[in-house]
């Protein structure tokens, strides 16, 4: 069905989200991970030869001396997200632990409604008490083939904490020690590990999304078909 003035093309939704607050934000961060990031990958190529004086390798050089600032800025604009979502994390690593832990139903209840855009929650699973989960939960439920796999909410639980305590000890590492006692393999385990962890939760979550959406077009489509062929 062609798009009508009623239903806002995903172009239209996008460019009214970006005049939004929390857009605008988030335009402003990406664009600088990407710039400084950018700018700390063309030093370390040696991209700049005018930088490297008296050499690229010597300490007081103009390029280690950048890369050092680009290196804090990025750390900096991590601990944006690390920090600051880290109260919410913890959050839901309690209600995990009453979950897996305790044993108590409650947990996972809390867990499916702080997380129900993509967790669909099994109302066969023992000891749930589907009257506990709000209407858009349980009509997410009637729009999916199957419901999500508890462990994808392991993975994401703790791929966002972990992100938060990775950053936490690259914080450390590179507030608490200068560019020249600093080891450097410090700086790169770090944020490839913060990385690795967030980008895990990010694409469990990405993919719940896909198949649910799909799953429900699928289902309308069938639910179509069906009341054509009763007339």
Same mark, same amino acid.
């Given at each position: 069905?062609?798009?009508?003035?009623?239903?806002?093309?995903?172009?239209?939704?996008?460019?009214?989200?970006?005049?939004?607050?929390?857009?605008?934000?988030?335009?402003?961060?990406?664009?600088?991970?990407?710039?400084?990031?950018?700018?700390?990958?063309?030093?370390?190529?040696?991209?700049?030869?005018?930088?490297?004086?008296?050499?690229?390798?010597?300490?007081?050089?103009?390029?280690?001396?950048?890369?050092?600032?680009?290196?804090?800025?990025?750390?900096?604009?991590?601990?944006?997200?690390?920090?600051?979502?880290?109260?919410?994390?913890?959050?839901? @690593?309690?209600?995990? =632990?009453?979950?897996?832990?305790?044993?108590? *139903?409650?947990?996972? !209840? +809390?867990? %499916?409604? /702080?997380?129900?855009?993509?967790?669909?929650?099994?109302?066969?699973?023992?000891?749930?008490?589907?009257?506990?989960?709000?209407?858009?939960?349980?009509?997410?439920?009637?729009?999916?083939?199957?419901?999500?796999?508890?462990?994808?909410?392991?993975?994401?639980?703790?791929?966002?904490?972990?992100?938060? @305590?990775?950053?936490? =000890?690259?914080?450390?590492?590179?507030?608490? *020690?200068?560019?020249? !006692? +600093?080891? %450097?393999? /410090?700086?790169?385990?770090?944020?490839?590990?913060?990385?690795?962890?967030?980008?895990?939760?990010?694409?469990?979550?990405?993919?719940?999304?896909?198949?649910?959406?799909?799953?429900?077009?699928?289902?309308?489509?069938?639910?179509?078909?069906?009341?054509?062929?009763?007339?």
């Amino acid at each position: 069905m062609a798009p009508t003035t009623q239903q806002p093309t995903k172009t239209q939704a996008f460019l009214h989200w970006t005049l939004t607050p929390l857009g605008i934000f988030t335009i402003i961060y990406g664009l600088n991970i990407i710039a400084w990031g950018g700018m700390l990958f063309l030093l370390i190529c040696n991209a700049a030869p005018a930088m490297c004086h008296p050499s690229c390798s010597a300490e007081n050089s103009p390029r280690q001396i950048w890369i050092e600032i680009d290196s804090q800025i990025l750390n900096a604009l991590f601990c944006v997200t690390g920090f600051g979502l880290a109260p919410w994390r913890i959050r839901d @690593v309690h209600y995990w =632990c009453r979950w897996r832990l305790a044993g108590s *139903m409650t947990g996972l !209840t +809390r867990l %499916s409604q /702080t997380h129900d855009g993509w967790f669909v929650l099994d109302s066969q699973y023992p000891g749930m008490d589907m009257s506990s989960i709000d209407a858009d939960s349980v009509e997410l439920l009637k729009g999916c083939t199957s419901p999500t796999p508890l462990w994808k909410m392991d993975a994401v639980v703790w791929g966002n904490m972990l992100n938060t @305590v990775f950053q936490v =000890c690259l914080a450390v590492c590179m507030w608490a *020690m200068n560019r020249f !006692t +600093r080891p %450097s393999w /410090t700086t790169g385990l770090f944020v490839c590990l913060a990385c690795l962890v967030g980008a895990v939760a990010g694409v469990v979550v990405w993919l719940e999304k896909r198949r649910c959406r799909l799953s429900k077009v699928s289902c309308k489509l069938s639910s179509d078909s069906d009341s054509v062929e009763k007339v």
